[in-house]
């Protein structure tokens, strides 16, 4: 079955950087768009940045844009999200998910706190 | 920028029919996709191009869209059902603000 586990969360300070793993398995990895979604603490879902399967599409929202950069390793089954520039408006629990449209698969999240 | 707005909150006893709404501009010409999260897990798709259902979601979860409102509908509400549910759509990428299904 499909099954997501994200990594790479924790605290980091204001304006450092930190790298987030999702690791994939139960599908053929290179075949599907993959997403990074965030949700702030007591707040809503917010989607972040997509990459098609060969990671030659990529897409992100304004909030990230420049900061965040989206990546993927179809042999390593792998999506990574490069945070820099962080600010305490980042912290929140980082979501990858699977889907073209909809996201039919989440994986449990890791959580990032911005903080000095 | 694209909007979808949800009621903050919606409460139904249980066996009742609880209707979630999801506006945005002529949302009908789009496909909303629902999901269903419970405290400290992940979102769970419930619904899927307006009214579709993943395999494994029961029946009582339906799915509705039409001019500027989508619309969740559980019928039959079981105190499990108890979520915040979120709609969402493509082109743009947006998420509804999200609704508190409250089972009193």
């Known amino acids: 079955q499909v099954h997501l586990v994200e990594s790479g969360g924790g605290l980091v300070k204001p304006g450092g950087s930190l790298r987030l793993s999702c690791e994939a398995s139960?599908?053929?990895?290179?075949?599907?768009?993959m997403h990074w979604i965030r949700q702030a603490p007591g707040k809503g879902l917010e989607w972040l940045s997509s990459?098609?399967?060969?990671?030659?599409?990529?897409y992100y929202a304004d909030s990230v844009k420049g900061r965040f950069t989206i990546s993927r390793d179809n042999a390593k089954n792998s999506l990574y999200l490069q945070m820099n520039d962080v600010a305490v408006e980042d912290t929140a629990v980082y979501y990858c998910?699977?889907?073209?449209?909809?996201?039919?698969?989440w994986g449990q999240g890791t959580l990032v706190t911005v903080s000095s | 920028s694209y909007v979808l707005t949800q009621p903050p909150s919606v409460s139904v006893a249980p066996g009742q029919t609880a209707r979630i709404a999801c506006g945005g501009d002529n949302i009908g010409s789009k496909s909303v996709h629902w999901y269903q999260q419970k405290p400290g897990q992940a979102p769970l798709l419930v619904v899927y191009d307006d009214s579709d259902r993943p395999s494994e979601i029961p029946e009582r979860f339906s799915g509705s869209n039409s001019g500027n409102t989508a619309t969740l509908t559980i019928s039959g509400v079981e105190v499990a059902d108890e979520a915040d549910y979120y709609c969402?759509?493509?082109?743009?990428?947006?998420f509804g603000g999200g609704t508190k299904l409250t089972v009193l």
């Open positions: 139960g599908f053929t990895f290179s075949d599907p768009y």
């Open positions: 969402q759509v493509w082109h743009p990428l947006v």
């Open positions: 998910a699977r889907g073209g449209s909809p996201f039919d698969h």
């Open positions: 990459s098609s399967g060969s990671g030659r599409n990529i």
